[in-house]
């Protein structure tokens, strides 16, 4: 598991997000009790809640719009 502290430093380490995934990050809203399913649950909704957890600087980018699906 990845702590919150890890996951933005490595999320903010560069342009990249630090070779994270969309598996570590469903992995990370999981063990955060985000969401039980994240798999099934909007990827970009996701993504944005857990950036948004660790206080990324970046997390209101990935703000889902009403338009996604």
Do not use: H
Not at 19 to 39: H, N, Q, V
Not at 42 to 63: F, H, P, Q, S, W
């Amino acid at each position: 598991m990845m702590t919150i502290q890890k996951f933005k430093t490595r999320w903010e380490s560069d342009g990249f997000g630090g070779g994270i995934t969309y598996e570590d990050i469903a992995k990370c809203a999981k063990s955060w009790g985000l969401y039980d399913r994240p798999m099934r649950i909007n990827i970009r909704l996701v993504t944005y809640m857990v950036l948004k957890r660790a206080g990324c600087a970046d997390a209101e980018y990935y703000k889902p719009s009403v338009d996604d699906d």
